[in-house]
């Protein structure tokens, strides 16, 4: 079943001299469950496009349908609450508040909307995740392939309709960045959980079921 649906999908920077296209008319779709990698260089467009995906940014033209709502016909509050529910945001660079704990910080996002803790869903969570010893832990005591679970944990908590993961082993050493895959694998199998993932790395995107590489705002391979 289909998820999320880019139509015609364009977004374009600035005017005259200064104007950049980053996107130019993508057009594509994702199966529920679905493990998707997305690969392009820097300044292909493939960030944009997460973004936009994600209802982060707005699109000067084409639509994005997320479980068959067109999420830019929804004003910006409306679009505020379905990121926080429907959209799961894994960054390079973590993004945790340092003075929430491991627990605290991968329950946030239901905090925010007052939402209750499943506590036996957590206690799984925090199982697959590998932190079972470390939900005390704050932020800065945690090494950097630590901190990135918990991110995973944060955009998986709210089960979404979608996770979109913004270079997520790109602060990574290697091993660290294989353990970070293996872990998207598994939320993917285990959850059924659909990712959407970007990347430079060749090598990494293999892990998912389907690459779709970008260059110059188009997309120029999709397998």
Same mark, same amino acid.
């Given at each position: 079943? #289909?998820?999320?649906?880019?139509?015609?999908?364009?977004?374009?920077? !600035?005017?005259?001299?200064?104007?950049?296209?980053?996107?130019?008319?993508?057009?594509?779709?994702?199966?529920?469950?679905e493990f998707?990698?997305?690969?392009?260089?820097?300044?292909?467009?493939?960030?944009?496009?997460? /973004?936009?995906?994600?209802?982060?940014?707005?699109?000067?033209?084409?639509?994005?349908?997320?479980?068959?709502?067109?999420?830019?016909?929804?004003?910006?509050?409306?679009?505020?609450?379905?990121? %926080?529910?429907?959209?799961?945001?894994?960054?390079?660079?973590?993004?945790?508040?340092?003075?929430?704990?491991?627990?605290?910080?991968?329950?946030?996002?239901?905090?925010?909307?007052?939402?209750?803790?499943?506590?036996?869903?957590?206690?799984?969570?925090?199982?697959?995740? !590998?932190? #079972?010893?470390?939900?005390t832990h704050?932020?800065? #005591?945690?090494?950097?392939?630590?901190?990135?679970?918990?991110?995973?944990? %944060?955009?998986?908590?709210?089960?979404?309709?979608?996770?979109?993961?913004?270079e997520p082993?790109?602060?990574?050493?290697?091993?660290?960045?294989?353990?970070?895959?293996?872990?998207?694998?598994?939320?993917?199998?285990?959850?059924?959980?659909?990712?959407?993932?970007?990347? /430079?790395?060749?090598?990494?995107?293999?892990?998912?079921?389907?690459?779709?590489?970008?260059?110059?705002?188009?997309?120029?391979?999709?397998?």
């Amino acid at each position: 079943m #289909e998820i999320v649906r880019v139509e015609n999908l364009t977004k374009v920077y !600035g005017k005259g001299n200064t104007k950049v296209v980053a996107l130019d008319n993508v057009s594509f779709s994702v199966n529920q469950g679905e493990f998707v990698a997305i690969v392009g260089a820097s300044g292909s467009g493939k960030s944009t496009l997460l /973004h936009l995906i994600g209802g982060v940014d707005r699109p000067t033209s084409g639509k994005v349908f997320v479980g068959g709502k067109n999420i830019y016909d929804l004003d910006d509050d409306k679009l505020a609450i379905f990121r %926080r529910r429907e959209v799961g945001l894994i960054y390079q660079f973590y993004n945790l508040i340092p003075i929430l704990n491991v627990e605290e910080n991968i329950t946030l996002p239901l905090d925010l909307d007052g939402r209750k803790v499943d506590s036996e869903k957590l206690k799984n969570l925090i199982k697959l995740l !590998g932190l #079972e010893n470390r939900k005390t832990h704050l932020p800065n #005591e945690l090494s950097g392939g630590q901190q990135q679970r918990v991110s995973i944990g %944060r955009a998986l908590v709210t089960h979404p309709s979608v996770v979109l993961a913004d270079e997520p082993t790109g602060n990574l050493d290697s091993k660290s960045s294989e353990e970070i895959i293996t872990l998207l694998k598994r939320s993917n199998e285990e959850y059924k959980q659909t990712i959407i993932m970007i990347t /430079h790395n060749m090598e990494l995107a293999r892990a998912a079921d389907r690459v779709i590489v970008i260059e110059d705002g188009h997309i120029k391979g999709d397998n």
